[in-house]
Structures are given as C-alpha cells and as structure tokens.
C-alpha cells in the first residue's frame, strides 16, 4: 500500500494526494472626499485582505506585503497583523500587486495577487457619494497541494474568530462564490447566444 505521506524538497513530511483550499477576499474600499476633494487627494481608500467572513486569516497568513504605484511615497507596505489592510489618499485608479506571504509551518511560497482599486462607480460614474464607498472585491482561494501534515493538521479544524475590527468591515460584502459562478455562467450563455446570431446572419449572406 502506497504511504499517504512523503518527505519533501527541505525534509518536510507532506501529505500525498491531499490538497487543502483556503477562500480569501482581496478588496479596495474608496470614499470620495466630497468638499474636502482637492486635484491630487479626491478619495481616502483602503486596501486588504480579508476571511470571507471577515475573519482574522493570521493563522494562514503571516504578512501580506500591498506594492502600490511608484509615485506613493514608501510605495511597499508590509502589514503582519489583522486586520491586513492599509489606508490611502489619491486621485486615480490604477492596477495593485498584493503579495501573501504564509506561516512558517506552510513551508510554501509567497502568492502575488492583482488587483484594481476603483474609486468611481461604473453604475453610477458621475454620483459620487461620501456616505457609500465604491467597494471593489474579488474571492481568490489559497490552494496548499500535497501541504505539510503538520500545517494541514493545525490549520484543516482551527476555527479562527471573526474579528471585525476594521473600520470599514460594514461595508464588506457578503460573499457567496456561488453568486458569482452563476454570473460567469449567464455570461457565457450570452456570448454563445451572440455567437449563434452573428453566425446565422453570416450564414444568410453566404
């Protein structure tokens, strides 16, 4: 019989065949500063990562490491405890690099996320609110193939506790993955249907 375990690259004992999943949401959250708004500051906003549940992830994740455009000053923030988040000013919108780096026991390397942070809605471009954020979010999931056993075996039934501690954790959203594979679905049923259309006229002048 084939062992479940085998002792890897740094002399790790890794479970064989297993893989452990981990969802986490990577967020902008930006208010418009309204008459406060100069040319060069017209958004506070803030940047993070987060449990799906808002849960403190520091039991996965041991530092998230936020590389903002080059014009910030100190353009690199490192961030080692919850909430991993981090608070800004400015006035464009532009593409974030967000870097997880795992616990030690993980034995696994550090994960590059991308991400765009968005001050201005698209329902709404020319409705700037400073009560509601513009609020843009996307679920990811950590995937540990073959993980330490030890890792696996602290991490796969701990229960880390929703601390909400962030200022603006009212206006995380309620994140159902489902949610979203429904609208991939509907998406893709369109273009299948916008594809039949644009094939049948072609088929008509043929």
């Given at each position: 019989m084939a062992s479940d375990t085998f002792v890897g690259q740094r002399g790790e004992r890794r479970l064989r065949h297993k893989e452990f999943v981990?969802?986490?949401?990577v967020g902008t959250c930006a208010f418009y500063l309204g008459k406060?708004?100069?040319?060069?500051?017209?958004?506070k906003w803030y940047l993070y990562v987060r449990g799906v549940s808002g849960e403190d992830i520091g039991h996965i994740v041991k530092k998230v490491v936020f590389n903002l455009h080059p014009t910030f000053p100190n353009p690199t923030r490192e961030v080692t405890v919850h909430?991993?988040?981090?608070?800004?000013?400015g006035w464009g919108e532009f593409e974030l690099n967000v870097t997880l780096h795992f616990a030690d026991d993980a034995q696994e390397q550090p994960v590059e996320i991308y991400h765009k942070l968005k001050l201005y809605s698209e329902v709404e471009p020319g409705n700037q609110s400073t009560k509601k954020p513009v609020v843009n979010e996307q679920y990811e999931e950590l995937i540990f193939s073959e993980p330490v056993e030890?890792?696996?075996?602290?991490v796969s039934n701990y229960a880390p506790p929703v601390a909400f501690q962030s200022t603006i954790a009212p206006h995380f959203r309620t994140f159902e993955p489902a949610d979203d594979l429904q609208k991939i679905n509907h998406a893709r049923q369109r273009?299948?249907?916008?594809?039949?259309?644009?094939?049948?006229q072609f088929e008509s002048y043929a």
């Open positions: 981990y969802p986490v949401v406060k708004a100069t040319e060069t500051q017209s958004h909430p991993f988040e981090i608070e800004e000013h030890a890792f696996y075996q602290r273009v299948a249907h916008m594809m039949a259309n644009v094939k049948h």
